[in-house]
């Protein structure tokens, strides 16, 4: 009786459920999810850098486990292998150094942090063809701007990856004042169509000075 409970049970569930309908199931599932995901970015705003941040939650060792994505810790081999034949310059202030000093180690954790610290930093990885620079540069001023100029010349080999930014050495040195704010933004005003022109064959970042409003203000 089992088995022929079983068998019609069977049979009744093919008449109603077949693999074309199976199909069509899955594709709503699918569609359903789509539609889901898309109004989720919607509510919560096309730039998913900001969650990325302030979403989610620490897995321990220094790991961080955003909303919604997975987040890779790259060995030194596929660190290498990804970067192979590239130049990185970062170019700013001690917080971009610090950004470098993490970055370096990546590919060479054995990279020593020692010598004087107001002054240009290169690292060469010969065998994988690695070349990453940091530009002492801590404040926004005619220096950073030169430095930056000469890229955006057609005869001067360009860095594939631009990480820049400085604002604590201005808040430091002028206490903050608005004269000093205003300074800030007449430069980083300057600066800003040169790293445009970067950004159209190299990957810019301007890192944000987060201590301060009035200096964020000006960047956004």
């Given at each position: 009786m089992?088995?022929l409970?079983?068998?019609?049970?069977k049979?009744?569930?093919?008449?109603?459920?077949?693999?074309?309908?199976?199909k069509?199931l899955?594709?709503?599932?699918v569609l359903?999810?789509?539609?889901?995901?898309?109004a989720?970015?919607?509510?919560?705003?096309?730039?998913?850098?900001?969650?990325l941040?302030?979403s989610g939650?620490f897995?321990?060792?220094?790991?961080w486990q955003p909303?919604?994505c997975?987040?890779?810790?790259?060995?030194?081999?596929e660190a290498?292998?990804?970067l192979?034949?590239?130049?990185i310059?970062?170019?700013?202030?001690?917080r971009i150094?610090?950004?470098?000093?993490?970055?370096?180690?990546?590919i060479n954790?054995?990279?020593?942090e020692?010598?004087?610290?107001?002054e240009?930093?290169?690292f060469?990885d010969?065998?994988?063809?690695?070349?990453?620079?940091?530009?002492w540069h801590?404040?926004v001023?005619?220096?950073m701007?030169?430095c930056?100029?000469?890229?955006?010349e057609d005869?001067?080999?360009?860095?594939?990856?631009?990480v820049?930014g400085?604002?604590t050495?201005s808040?430091?040195i002028?206490n903050?004042?608005?004269?000093?704010?205003s300074?800030?933004?007449?430069?980083i005003?300057?600066?800003a169509?040169?790293l445009?022109?970067l950004?159209?064959t190299s990957?810019?970042?301007?890192v944000?000075?987060?201590?301060?409003d009035?200096?964020e203000?000006?960047l956004q």
């Amino acid at each position: 009786m089992a088995a022929l409970a079983y068998n019609l049970g069977k049979r009744e569930i093919n008449h109603y459920f077949s693999v074309r309908s199976a199909k069509v199931l899955a594709l709503v599932a699918v569609l359903l999810l789509a539609a889901c995901h898309l109004a989720s970015r919607r509510y919560r705003g096309n730039d998913s850098c900001e969650y990325l941040l302030s979403s989610g939650r620490f897995l321990g060792e220094k790991v961080w486990q955003p909303h919604s994505c997975m987040m890779h810790k790259y060995k030194i081999s596929e660190a290498k292998n990804c970067l192979v034949d590239k130049h990185i310059a970062f170019i700013g202030d001690s917080r971009i150094r610090q950004l470098f000093y993490s970055f370096v180690k990546i590919i060479n954790p054995q990279f020593k942090e020692e010598g004087n610290k107001h002054e240009n930093i290169p690292f060469e990885d010969k065998i994988a063809s690695v070349k990453v620079d940091f530009l002492w540069h801590p404040e926004v001023n005619g220096s950073m701007k030169q430095c930056i100029k000469v890229w955006t010349e057609d005869s001067v080999a360009k860095p594939h990856v631009i990480v820049a930014g400085a604002a604590t050495w201005s808040i430091k040195i002028h206490n903050g004042s608005n004269e000093a704010l205003s300074q800030y933004k007449m430069n980083i005003t300057s600066i800003a169509p040169l790293l445009e022109k970067l950004a159209k064959t190299s990957d810019v970042y301007w890192v944000l000075q987060e201590c301060n409003d009035s200096y964020e203000r000006v960047l956004q």
